[in-house]
């Protein structure tokens, strides 16, 4: 396969380098402490009112580190993370990386047969937990035995404030479950590494940073293995791409709003670490689907500079009538990924904010920053912008051939941010890369003679709700075993609210089966993006000669 022949290139903002350079950094830590080095005394975070500096932040994770370290832990050891967006997870997360072991990224509303299956796929060893899913651990803590379990609060951080927070969940919200574990505090866990001795490991860009879990283009979750220099790579595409915005301008500090889970390498990326590569001042959410509660914080934040989000949580505010002008008056860029932007979602924010969304596109098992808009542009593209400085973009048939230009093909992509693979998956990884190292993303695109994409489908069945992926397989093999369902099959339809929504057609093999029945059970199995909106029960399913559902066919119904 030959080269592209790059058009994008053209396209670039004056100042923006066509490659990166990542050379002068050993690993991902480097880069974390030069960060603390340089801005000491700056504060790192904000969360519930209460700050953090990068000072405070470089102890706190350092103690964590020696804490696991203590532990007698394999080298690469895998340590699993399943907290919402709370200071704990910038500790924990940087405190993984320090010890020289591997970040697992679990969603915390994950139910207890789906935290199995990524516990056990990863090997993890330890789990950093908050209460409030403690309960849910603890149904398959027998199955799935750990060396360490560590629990946290809402509110274990913040002092007296952090007292009342926790009282009202525990107490008035009732939103923590009873559990029973054997387990560590978080603060326990603080004062043991402050009293051990730190060893700082040998670690080098060709280790493994994240193991982040990922359908890929199809399929049962997989864990996309991101190494130090996959991960800092694309922060460094992500700055020299977002520079142009930031030129004469003098801000002292920038602000990153953190409303998207840092869980999701998204946020990941586009918040937690290259907000600490900019120096910058995270403002942690974590609930923003409180709108209410959403708003009062924007209302006391007018420093908010740079807004990563996706649509469904763009059109919750363009919908609310406090969102107003000058709500966020100091908004520098928005950045609009994880699912399909919306136009008229993204003129409207324009129209309030004054900003436009630059619409970015990527992948857990790209880093995920692959193509994004420059800041520059005057209104939203309808595009999904360049590629990121060293990143190549192809748009392949079925054949593997490049198509011309304005054709539909597979997105392809090949750079310094993509994977090193599917963790334990070798075949699973030979399916996804082209002979020469392209990521085969399994979206459809179309590049013009500019070098811009537009995405225009997906190739595989994969159901994106909310930014986040849904995969009609598993959805089926789950479902299909409910007693009184003879078949099923999972698609997904439009939705105003999160851009699309699962459909279940189910053939019953007991006619007393109800749209209730298997509500009540996909509540038990599913995390609630997964879960079917719609159920709809169906005489039979319309299959290939060969008995394959025929989704396409169930999608024209």
């Given at each position: ?26 690993s ?119 060396k ?37 505090s978080?603060k ?7 009293s ?43 700055e020299?791409?977002?520079e ?45 689907r ?40 100091n ?5 609009g ?11 409207q ?10 619409e ?35 748009i ?26 599917y ?41 994106l709700?909310s ?39 189910i053939v019953?093999?007991d ?12 509540k ?34």
């Amino acid at each position: 396969m030959l080269n592209p022949s790059k058009p994008w290139l053209k396209n670039y903002p004056e100042g923006v380098p066509h490659e990166v350079d990542i050379s002068a950094y050993s690993s991902l830590v480097e880069m974390f402490e030069e960060s603390f080095a340089r801005f000491p005394s700056r504060n790192a975070c904000e969360y519930m009112g209460k700050f953090f500096t990068y000072r405070e932040l470089d102890h706190l994770s350092k103690n964590f580190a020696s804490y696991l370290q203590t532990l007698g832990l394999e080298p690469g050891a895998r340590v699993a993370i399943m907290l919402p967006n709370v200071v704990q997870f910038q500790i924990t997360m940087l405190g993984i990386l320090r010890a020289g072991y591997v970040v697992v990224n679990v969603n915390p509303l994950y139910t207890a047969r789906e935290l199995e299956y990524q516990l056990k796929d990863s090997g993890a060893s330890v789990l950093i937990i908050l209460e409030n899913f403690a309960h849910v651990y603890q149904q398959i803590a027998t199955d799935v035995p750990l060396k360490k379990t560590i629990v946290t609060s809402l509110g274990e951080l913040i002092g007296l404030k952090g007292a009342i927070v926790n009282l009202v969940v525990r107490k008035v919200k009732k939103a923590v479950p009873a559990w029973s574990l054997s387990h560590d505090s978080f603060k326990t866990v603080l004062k043991k590494g402050a009293s051990s001795h730190f060893l700082k490991p040998n670690t080098s860009l060709d280790d493994i940073a994240f193991l982040q879990y990922t359908g890929g283009t199809t399929g049962v979750a997989k864990g996309a293995i991101l190494l130090h220099r996959n991960i800092l790579s694309n922060v460094f595409q992500t700055e020299l791409w977002l520079e142009p915005g930031m030129r004469n301008r003098r801000e002292g500090q920038l602000v990153f709003l953190c409303a998207l889970p840092m869980y999701h390498i998204f946020a990941l990326t586009a918040c937690a670490l290259f907000g600490m590569r900019k120096g910058g001042l995270l403002v942690l959410v974590p609930n923003p689907r409180d709108i209410d509660g959403f708003l009062k914080l924007l209302d006391t934040h007018p420093n908010i500079h740079i807004f990563p989000g996706v649509n469904t949580l763009f059109n919750a505010l363009i919908h609310r009538p406090e969102f107003k002008k000058g709500v966020l008056p100091n908004l520098l860029v928005t950045i609009g990924g994880g699912m399909a932007m919306q136009k008229g979602v993204a003129d409207q924010w324009q129209k309030i904010t004054g900003v436009p969304i630059a619409e970015g596109y990527g992948l857990s098992e790209t880093a995920p920053v692959a193509c994004v808009n420059t800041p520059l542009i005057s209104a939203f593209t309808g595009t999904i912008g360049l590629p990121v400085p060293g990143t190549e973009v192809l748009i392949l048939d079925d054949a593997g051939i490049e198509v011309p230009f304005g054709t539909p093909g597979e997105i392809c992509i090949r750079g310094p941010q993509v994977m090193a693979g599917y963790w334990n998956k070798p075949e699973d990884t030979k399916n996804v890369m082209t002979p020469d190292g392209y990521f085969k993303s399994g979206d459809i695109g179309i590049m013009n003679e500019d070098g811009y994409t537009k995405i225009v489908d997906r190739k595989k069945d994969m159901i994106l709700v909310s930014g986040f992926n849904v995969y009609p397989n598993e959805l089926e093999e789950i479902i299909a075993l409910m007693p009184g369902v003879l078949e099923c099959a999972a698609i997904g339809v439009p939705n105003e609210d999160t851009g699309e929504a699962v459909k279940i057609f189910i053939v019953r093999s007991d006619p007393n089966l109800t749209e209730e029945d298997v509500a009540a059970y996909c509540k038990t199995e599913f995390t609630n993006y997964k879960r079917p909106k719609i159920i709809h029960f169906i005489d039979d399913l319309p299959k290939t000669n060969v008995g394959k559902v025929l989704r396409r066919q169930l999608r024209d119904l």
